[in-house]
């Protein structure tokens, strides 16, 4: 797998605020972005949104030239219509075959409804309108450590903290930290789909295992989160779920 997320209740420790800040960071899943009636912090439609995020073509995979065909998917400069049509994917990830667009429908696999049929692809492209949305994305630790988040009060302001009881931890799976260079960030994960989908050697891991991680990314900031700390947690499904347990964050830093 590319990693997991869970619920959990938490005992958060009491830290000096100069020791962590918490961090505000916004992500939006596939479906999302293929909902031309969803809104953005309940203001932006999605369709204003992406308009600001295509404000430059989007590419996934690697495109090529005269002399080194590539494996690529392009979604030209504007084509909002081109997200909200092939969004949410879905379907086995596969390889991009040759350089393919919006506008060859015969240059992609799309299934029933007109929905790409490539997970690691439909992931991707969320992935990368992620970090336009929210750039700071980029420089997010990609190790193996878990991660704590709260939904934001307010996904305009970082100083309005979290919503209580909304917390989640999650983390990304060892094959997928051990892929990737020391002090690797979410930059380096966006670096791998794209390798992938061009159809570069990511062994040992498989095209569904750096989906998944992508998708992680996706979901673990999704709608605004405060990003609270970090630590090493017990997966939950260890606890009896009965309604005295509590997970306990013992290593909370910055």
Do not use: W
Request: aromatic share 6%; net charge negative.
């Amino acid at each position: 797998r590319g990693g997991d997320s869970f619920i959990a209740g938490v005992v958060l420790a009491d830290l000096p605020c100069e020791e962590y800040e918490s961090e505000l960071l916004c992500s939006f899943t596939q479906g999302f972005y293929g909902n031309a009636g969803g809104k953005y912090c309940g203001e932006m439609s999605t369709s204003e949104l992406l308009e600001e995020l295509l404000s430059e073509e989007l590419i996934m995979g690697m495109r090529g030239d005269q002399t080194d065909p590539g494996n690529s998917f392009t979604i030209n400069k504007g084509d909002v219509e081109c997200v909200l049509d092939l969004l949410p994917g879905g379907g086995p990830s596969k390889v991009l075959e040759g350089d393919a667009n919006c506008e060859d429908k015969t240059s992609y696999q799309s299934n029933k409804q007109g929905r790409l049929k490539n997970t690691l692809l439909a992931q991707g492209i969320a992935l990368t309108l992620n970090t336009r949305l929210s750039p700071k994305l980029l420089d997010f630790p990609v190790d193996g450590t878990e991660f704590v988040t709260m939904k934001a009060m307010d996904c305009f302001d970082p100083d309005a903290g979290g919503v209580s009881g909304t917390e989640m931890v999650h983390a990304f799976s060892p094959e997928i930290v051990d892929a990737l260079p020391a002090d690797a960030t979410i930059e380096d994960l966006l670096n791998l789909v794209n390798a992938a989908l061009a159809g570069e050697d990511i062994s040992p891991l498989s095209l569904s295992q750096v989906g998944e991680a992508a998708g992680l990314v996706n979901e673990a900031f999704d709608e605004c989160v405060v990003v609270m700390g970090y630590a090493e947690i017990t997966p939950v499904d260890e606890y009896s779920g009965e309604s005295g347990d509590q997970k306990e964050i013992a290593d909370l830093y910055g």
